[in-house]
């Protein structure tokens, strides 16, 4: 597996480009040289550390990646480490703390990472607004915004190897994984710059006036300076179901990553500064979600807050945009069910299915199908086949040469915080009386990482497990006697982020697609997610949407334009002497 390029100097880059017009393609832009004589750090686990400038030593480990074996003995890159404001890497004013990205696989650091403070955030909001009110950013046609999110596509496509061993780095996701992440990011970018390519021709709407004296139409404006954060789970991924909208649609940002997995988006920063995206237009800032993130959440800046992550973090964001009164969307947690009908042909397909569906992303997706409901019939076959497959599966570092070739295995949970939290629910849902059918414990392979089994539990619905959101590769399993039971079931959650019906019976399957109350409705299948398709939920899985044209949508205000066709007309309110 590639990870990073052999021989790349640390060099910042600077966007100098004063003209706004997109590039026919990528834009190499002039870089600031490499601090000199920096003062080496011990070297830990085969990481390096400069003052300034972390660079992760890499060559002595072996990839995964099969297709990419030409670039996969590499040598050395470097990592952002600092906030990108206004189109330079920032370090903070004064010092407000620093943290470590740890390799949830070996439990040692990547790169210490320096924590944004209120000037910098306050920076990252002027720069943004000065971008969308004073610069061409807003103004631009739909045409010339497509070229510059294409050229982010295209520098996304070129780095994929090396961006998708970055996150399987800092987030523990086997590598195949993280390259289909990737390749999402770029495809969604290009499908909003097909999007963007569109605008021009649908921004103005005439409207028949019910008054012959009026010309009447409605506009859509972009909306304005977004501040965004997002989780851990999908660090580039979450990121670009965010920026590439909101770019597209003429709006600036501040976005800040989690602390976990900043080094992906980072890179995303780096990348729209290769391609000339004006200083101001994208910003990011890094730090702790209790600090960096609610001094973001709070500022009084921004005209839009989108947020992906926890129902509870939400509800306190959600706060914040009432007393600001901003617009706000929010992409939160979930409980998804998946029902499995007794009327199933091919009981394999299913199974892979329902693992694919839980332990995908090891087990850390919001719109994860952890809530089996098996048909009482086919029960005991369905879960004595469910845990032997579940038992086979590998827990690996992303890393270990031995997995080179492989697919299917589970990595690591992104942090101490999330194992512990995950180990709990399992042993909490013992002590309520679950039944463990697989797994259950920590990986008895590894004495280093926060590795879990893959595991299954037979739950009852009155159980802890069975209602929260675990975020970790635990599928929780109970029985139902027929349809009505089935969609009762399914629907009693506070979340209804998504569903799934696995069924012979076309009928059935749609009806039961129709009746659950969720914003995501998989047939046959789980997880599947499309640019072209709205994502959101129900209930406290959040509200708006992203993805589609629904997403393009979100950034967009509508203002309605009256003009009086004759001036020289008196309106004859009052009489005039």
């Not at 590795?451 to 009155?462: A, E, G, N, R, Y």
Request: hydrophobic fraction near 40%; charged fraction near 20%; include cysteine.
């Amino acid at each position: 597996m590639a990870l990073l390029r052999s021989s790349l100097q640390f060099r910042v880059p600077v966007n100098t480009t004063t003209s706004l017009r997109a590039p026919s393609n990528i834009i190499s832009n002039p870089r600031l040289p490499r601090r000199a004589q920096p003062t080496a750090r011990p070297t830990i686990a085969g990481a390096r550390f400069f003052s300034g400038s972390p660079v992760l030593k890499a060559s002595k480990m072996a990839y995964s990646n099969p297709s990419s074996e030409a670039v996969a003995k590499l040598v050395s890159t470097p990592f952002p480490s600092q906030s990108f404001v206004n189109g330079q890497w920032i370090k903070p004013q004064a010092y407000s703390g620093s943290w470590d990205v740890i390799n949830p696989a070996t439990e040692e650091p990547i790169v210490r990472v320096d924590n944004a403070g209120r000037p910098e955030v306050d920076a990252a909001v002027k720069a943004a607004r000065d971008a969308f009110e004073n610069a061409e950013w807003s103004r631009l046609p739909g045409t010339e915004r497509a070229k510059f999110l294409r050229a982010i596509a295209a520098k996304l496509n070129e780095r994929k190897a090396e961006i998708a061993a970055i996150e399987s780095y800092q987030m523990g996701k086997p590598y195949s994984e993280s390259e289909l992440d990737v390749g999402d990011s770029a495809s969604c970018f290009e499908y909003f710059a097909g999007l963007a390519d569109k605008l021009d021709s649908t921004l103005v709407k005439k409207v028949e006036s019910p008054d012959a004296a009026f010309e009447t139409s409605i506009t859509r404006e972009p909306l304005g300076v977004v501040g965004a954060i997002v989780p851990w789970n999908y660090p580039l991924l979450m990121a670009t179901w965010k920026v590439a909208p909101a770019l597209a649609a003429g709006c600036t940002m501040v976005l800040k990553p989690s602390e976990y997995s900043p080094l992906t988006v980072l890179e995303l920063a780096r990348i729209a500064n290769e391609v000339g995206v004006p200083k101001g237009v994208f910003n990011v800032v890094v730090g702790a979600g209790a600090s960096t993130g609610d001094i973001l959440a709070q500022h009084p800046g921004f005209d839009k807050l989108a947020f992906t992550g926890s129902v509870p973090t939400g509800s306190k964001i959600m706060s914040y945009a009432a007393r600001n009164i901003q617009n706000i969307a929010l992409e939160l947690g979930g409980k998804s069910p998946a029902i499995v009908f007794d009327d199933i042909k091919d009981l394999d397909n299913v199974v892979e299915w329902i693992m694919f569906g839980c332990f995908w992303t090891n087990g850390q997706i919001c719109s994860a199908t952890s809530r089996l409901l098996v048909q009482e019939k086919i029960a005991d076959q369905f879960l004595a086949k469910l845990s032997a497959e579940v038992n086979k599966l590998k827990l690996a570092n992303p890393h270990d040469p031995k997995f080179k070739a492989e697919k299917g295995y589970v990595g690591p949970v992104v942090s101490k915080a999330q194992y512990d939290r995950v180990l709990g629910f399992i042993n909490g849902a013992v002590a309520e009386g679950a039944k463990v059918l697989a797994g259950g414990n920590r990986s008895p392979a590894h004495d280093k990482g926060y590795f879990i089994q893959p595991t299954v539990l037979l739950v009852k619905p009155h159980m802890t497990i069975w209602k929260q959101e675990v975020f970790g590769p635990v599928l929780s399993v109970h029985t139902f006697k027929d349809e009505a039971d089935a969609v009762s079931q399914a629907n009693d959650s506070e979340y209804g982020l998504g569903g799934a019906v696995f069924s012979s019976d076309d009928a059935k399957c749609k009806r039961v697609s129709r009746n659950l109350r969720v914003g995501i409705s998989w047939i046959n299948c789980s997880q599947p997610s499309f640019s072209s398709l709205p994502w959101g939920g129900y209930k406290k899985s959040g509200i708006g949407r992203e993805l589609s044209e629904e997403g393009l949508e979100a950034y967009f205000e509508s203002k309605q334009v009256v003009a009086y066709k004759d001036p020289s007309a008196p309106l004859s309110w009052y009489p005039r002497s």
